[in-house]
């Protein structure tokens, strides 16, 4: 059974940095493309960032391009979203999920294509 697990969300000021893990259980995450999206209040949820298959290509948000940077470690099967200069604008809760069809050469974040949805992690930017 595919399953992830995100963590790392918290309360941070304007400015300041988390980093989100994707923990995968069931697979082998290197083989598969990986989403990040994040759902505001009252808004629908968005892509944030992906990872293609091992390697591969990664692709952001305008919103968050420069700041944000996907990345994995294979060792652990997880998947991180580094956040930089974090924005009020950027509270959210943030999710992972997996593109179902293996060793994609690219990503896209179309989250109606992701599946195994995690259970999703705060992120909250505040003074």
């Known amino acids: 059974q595919l399953q992830l697990v995100e963590s790392g969300g918290g309360l941070v000021q304007p400015g300041g940095s988390l980093k989100l893990s994707c923990a995968a259980s069931g697979f082998t995450l290197d083989r598969y493309a990986i989403g990040w999206f994040r759902q505001a209040p009252g808004k629908e949820r968005e892509g944030v960032s992906c990872i293609s298959t091992s390697g591969g290509p990664t692709d952001y948000a305008d919103s968050v391009k420069g700041r944000f940077t996907i990345s994995r470690d294979s060792a652990k099967n997880t998947v991180y979203l580094q956040m930089n200069s974090l924005k009020p604008e950027d509270t959210a809760v943030y999710y992972c999920?997996?593109?179902?069809?293996?060793?994609?050469?690219?990503?896209?974040?179309?989250?109606?294509?992701?599946?195994?949805w995690g259970q999703g992690t705060q992120v909250t930017v505040s003074s």
């Open positions: 999920a997996v593109y179902p069809t293996s060793f994609q050469a690219m990503c896209a974040m179309f989250k109606s294509a992701y599946r195994s």
